[in-house]
């Protein structure tokens, strides 16, 4: 599934645990993500002003370095780093 980068955000955010929709928009502003996440099914709201993740929302959470870093255009794998630390 491709996400935006600001979707990518807000989906790790939601991996440490459940947040309100105040605290989404004090670390993200008021374009935190999370409603076009619970629309594709990798968030829900637990009550009605908390984010939380779903089982499929951390099947596609990205680890921190990979999944967001990767798209400004840095080494994927810890192989590709050292292949660019040795050959830049």
């Known amino acids: 599934m491709k ?6 955000k ?14 989404l928009a004090e670390r993200f502003g008021r374009d935190h993500k999370g409603a076009s996440l ?3 099914g ?3 709201m637990r009550d ?3 984010f939380e993740i779903t089982a499929l929302g951390r099947e596609n959470c ?8 990767a798209q400004k255009g840095r080494p994927k794998s810890n192989k590709e ?3 660019h630390a040795t050959n830049p």
């Open 3 to 8: 996400l935006e980068l600001q979707q990518k």
């Open 10 to 23: 807000t989906l790790l955010a939601l991996r440490a645990g459940p947040l309100s929709r105040e605290q």
């Open 38 to 40: 619970v629309k594709l």
């Open 42 to 44: 990798l968030a829900r």
């Open 48 to 50: 009605e002003i908390t």
């Open 62 to 69: 990205p680890s921190r370095r990979i999944g967001i870093y």
């Open 81 to 83: 780093r050292n292949e």
